[in-house]
């Protein structure tokens, strides 16, 4: 099964694409970085472009997006979740169902622990896809999404 991974923002969106078939491993990913400064209406634009460039070119079957509880403040929860919006968008026009874990979920699907740190979750996503070179943050994060869906797969398959 091929799983793309997202993790939304607004400066920086994830994304990373698995197999699942054999074994989990990484097919490709990137960060998508609108211009600074640029107005959202085109941030936004720039995020629904990559990641409808990454669906043309990886196919996944299936569509993670981490679930947002919680920003710093109001105005940051809103401008999120137009980028999830986004994104949400990107996977229906592909006609893909996206599957939504929160951040807690995914940390402790990767790593074991609910709080586990950016850095820590990075270091579990290398060893769990054997990659030789770190991947940025935001791609580490959406490749977490994409692993923690196929670990909750798998336990529904085993259960």
């Known amino acids: 099964m091929i799983i793309l991974g997202v993790d939304p923002g607004s400066r920086a969106t994830g994304y990373g694409v698995i197999d699942t078939v054999p074994v989990a491993r990484m097919l490709g990913g990137g960060v998508i970085r609108p211009a600074t400064g640029a ?12 990641l409808t460039a990454a669906i043309a070119e990886f196919n996944p079957e299936v569509m993670v997006v981490e679930r947002v509880f919680n ?13 999830r919006g986004v994104a949400l968008l990107a996977g229906a026009q592909a006609g893909l169902v996206p599957c939504e874990y929160t951040a807690r979920e995914i ?17 579990m996503v290398m060893r769990l896809l ?5 991947p940025p943050l935001d791609l580490s994060d959406a490749l977490a999404a994409a692993l923690a869906h196929q670990g909750r797969q798998r336990a529904g398959a085993a259960g």
């Open 39 to 50: 107005p959202l209406a085109e941030r936004l634009r720039d995020i629904h472009e990559g």
């Open 130 to 134: 054997r990659l030789t070179t770190e």
């Open 107 to 123: 940390k402790m699907a990767v790593t074991g622990t609910g709080a586990a740190g950016k850095e820590q979750v990075r270091f």
């Open 71 to 83: 920003a710093r403040n109001p105005h940051s929860a809103l401008v999120l979740g137009h980028a």
